[in-house]
């Protein structure tokens, strides 16, 4: 039982970070809005994009956890929003309130008394709850350390 018990602290510190890496609240924290569909120099995506990209893909396996019948989206372009689109600010906030509404959602499965880490998925024999919550972590890890180089690219970093 103390062995789950650490299993479930390790793994909400993974899904939080802060560890190894900038967190989630301080890389988005101050952004400024007037930047938020700037391209930077050489990337095809914009950061609302690559936030926005976080937030889909995040759902997409915390439905595919929960869901039996979930299908995801098309890859690739399911998982980023259309190149031409841009956001304002309210769906700039939105961005970042799914997606901390949908890692708290993650995190209340990671802490859940029932919650059977390596069982299969009862829809996805081969898959379990592990394996997906460290799949978030690593994607959410990359893509995070990802926008606060955008942002020093940028100089969108504010005292």
């Keep these: 039982m103390e062995s789950e018990t650490e299993l479930r602290k390790q793994l909400l510190a993974l899904l939080r970070g802060g560890n190894a890496h900038m ?5 988005v924290a101050n952004f400024p809005i007037e930047a938020i569909n700037n391209y930077p120099s050489n990337v095809s995506y914009t950061p609302w994009h690559l936030l926005e990209h976080l937030r889909i893909t995040q759902w997409d396996i915390l439905e595919f956890i929960r869901e039996p019948n979930y299908v995801s989206p098309k890859w690739p372009e399911g998982y980023w929003p259309a190149k031409q689109k841009k956001a304002n600010q309210t769906e700039w906030f939105e961005t970042i309130r799914k997606y901390k509404a949908d890692l708290a959602d993650l995190e209340e499965i990671v802490t859940g008394p029932d919650t059977n880490f390596t069982a299969d998925l009862p829809h996805a024999p081969g ?4 394996r997906e919550i460290l799949l ?5 890890a990359y893509h995070i350390g990802e926008f606060c180089i955008l942002r020093q690219v940028m100089g969108t970093w504010r005292e």
């Design 23 to 27: 967190g989630f609240d301080d890389a």
């Design 136 to 140: 978030v972590a690593d994607h959410n």
């Design 127 to 130: 898959y379990n709850i592990l």
